[in-house]
Nanobody, 126 residues
């Protein structure tokens, strides 16, 4: 079992930056691919970024490519999402998630992730 706790959300002006953190419990964190997802008001949860277990492979949604960076520190059981050049359309609750399938290619599919955090609100004002 893995427990995930996100932090770092808040209110920021358009063009600003935030760094989200996701702290994981459990000794198996370092073997899991990790993902960030978001859900805006009235929208379905959507993929943002994912990273493989050792941090050597990442995938981004087209909408955030070049602006967001996902990274992880396995020694600290933490995954990060650096968000730059934020736009009002980035406003959402951001969730981190863990895929417990060992050794697989990181996936963009919500249904493939087994563990989820409670989410952190990001609001970008225009």
């Amino acid at each position: 079992q893995v427990q995930l706790v996100e932090s770092g959300g808040g209110l920021v002006q358009s063009g600003g930056s935030l760094r989200l953190s996701c702290a994981a419990s459990g000794r198996t964190f370092s073997s899991y691919a990790m993902g960030w997802f978001r859900q805006g008001p009235g929208k379905e949860r959507e993929f943002v970024a994912t990273i493989n277990w050792r941090g050597s492979s990442t995938v981004y949604a087209d909408s955030v490519k070049g602006r967001f960076t996902i990274s992880r520190d396995n020694a600290k059981n933490t995954v990060y999402l650096q968000m730059n050049s934020l736009k009002p359309e980035d406003t959402a609750v951001y969730y981190c998630a863990a895929d417990r399938r060992v050794g697989v290619v990181p996936t963009t599919q919500v249904s493939e992730y087994d563990y989820w955090g409670q989410g952190t609100q990001v609001t970008v004002s225009s």
